[in-house]
C-alpha cells in the first residue's frame, strides 16, 4: 500500500556501526539483497531515530506526533527491474516506545515495529540509551556516548567524509513484514544531510551479540555518527516480492 509522504524533524539520530564478514550477513538477507561491501567487510549497525512534529506532508505542525525508534539495519546492494545496480539498507526490526507508531505500522506509518521502553539521556554532549522490550527484563540496547570532533582511526573508512556519503547513499530502506516475502521500501529524504563522530564508551546489543547470528571473530564495533535538528521526509517506494522468507 502507498502511504502518504510523511515530514518533520529529526532532533536526533544516532547511527551505531559494525564490520561484519560478509558470508556472516549473507545468510540474514532475503534475496534479492546481497552485502554491500567496504574494503571486504558489511557494515551493520542500529539507527536510534528522535522524531518530532511528524505529520503528513502538507498537514500543519499542530498535527505533528513525537516519538524514539530503532531499527537494526544490513548496508545492502541488488538489481532491481532493470538490472540497475541499487544500494540502500535491509532492516529485519524495527522498535519504537509510541503505542500510535506501534498499531499503524505499515499503515499510517512504514514498517512493521515492535513495543519498547526507551531510557534515553541527552545532556551536556553526553547520550546513553537503554531499549528494553515491553514485558522483558534483558535489554535490547544499552549505549553510552560522547560528543567530540574526532573520527576513530581504525575505523573501516577513511574519514568521516567518507563515512557520511556511504550512508547518505544508502537512505533507501526495505523492511520485511512477519510470516512475509513481501518487502516495503521506505526512502528518506534530508534535504542538508549533516553528520558528526561519537565516542563510543559502551555499546551492548542483544541482537548483534549473539553469537548464534554473529561469531565473535566475524564482527566489530566500528564507530557511530550523530545527526540533530535536520528536516527530513519519509517516501514510500514500490515494494519488493523475496523470493525467500526473512531469516527470524
Known sequence: ?????????????????????????????????????????????????????????????????????????????????????????????????????????????????????????????????????????????SLELEETDHFPEDSIFSSIEESSRFFENGSLGYSARPNSCVLEGLLLKVPNWQVSPLKVHHAQSAYFGDTSLFPADQIQLDHALLMRDIDHEWQTRPSITSETEPAE
Open 1 to 141: 500500500m502507498k502511504l502518504p509522504a510523511i515530514t518533520g524533524i529529526i532532533r536526533r539520530r544516532v547511527l551505531l556501526n559494525y564490520r561484519v564478514a560478509p558470508e556472516t550477513v549473507a545468510k540474514l538477507l532475503p534475496k534479492p539483497f546481497r552485502p554491500k561491501l567496504v574494503n571486504g567487510q558489511t557494515i551493520a549497525g542500529i539507527c536510534l531515530i528522535r522524531l518530532e512534529e511528524v505529520r503528513p506532508k502538507g498537514f500543519p505542525k499542530l498535527f505533528g506526533l513525537s516519538s524514539d525508534n530503532s531499527a537494526h539495519r544490513f548496508a545492502v546492494e541488488w538489481e532491481d527491474d532493470t538490472g540497475q545496480t541499487r544500494e540502500g539498507v535491509y532492516v529485519p526490526r524495527r522498535d519504537t516506545q509510541s503505542k500510535f507508531i506501534l498499531l499503524t505500522g505499515g499503515r499510517v506509518f512504514p514498517g512493521v515495529h515492535s513495543y519498547c521502553d526507551f531510557d534515553i539521556q541527552d545532556q551536556d554532549g553526553e547520550i546513553s540509551f537503554h531499549i528494553t522490550p515491553r514485558g522483558e527484563q534483558k535489554p535490547l540496547l
